[in-house]
């Protein structure tokens, strides 16, 4: 199970606000669970790194 400081870390140095694809294309060395989990969020934009974690943990 992936968890919140992972996302936080994996976002780190992100500009917002970000699309899903931005994001993805920012966590890509990622570890591969966070990855993942962040494949799963919904395709929009998002307006900061609580928002992304709050879809990744819905």
Do not use: C
Not at 22 to 36: C, F, M, R, T, Y
């Amino acid at each position: 199970m992936v968890s919140p400081i992972e996302i936080q870390k994996a976002l780190k140095g992100m500009d917002y606000p970000a699309s899903k694809q931005q994001i993805l294309e920012h966590a890509k060395g990622s570890d591969k669970e966070v990855v993942d989990a962040l494949e799963k969020i919904d395709d929009r934009e998002y307006d900061g790194p609580s928002g992304v974690s709050a879809a990744v943990f819905d």
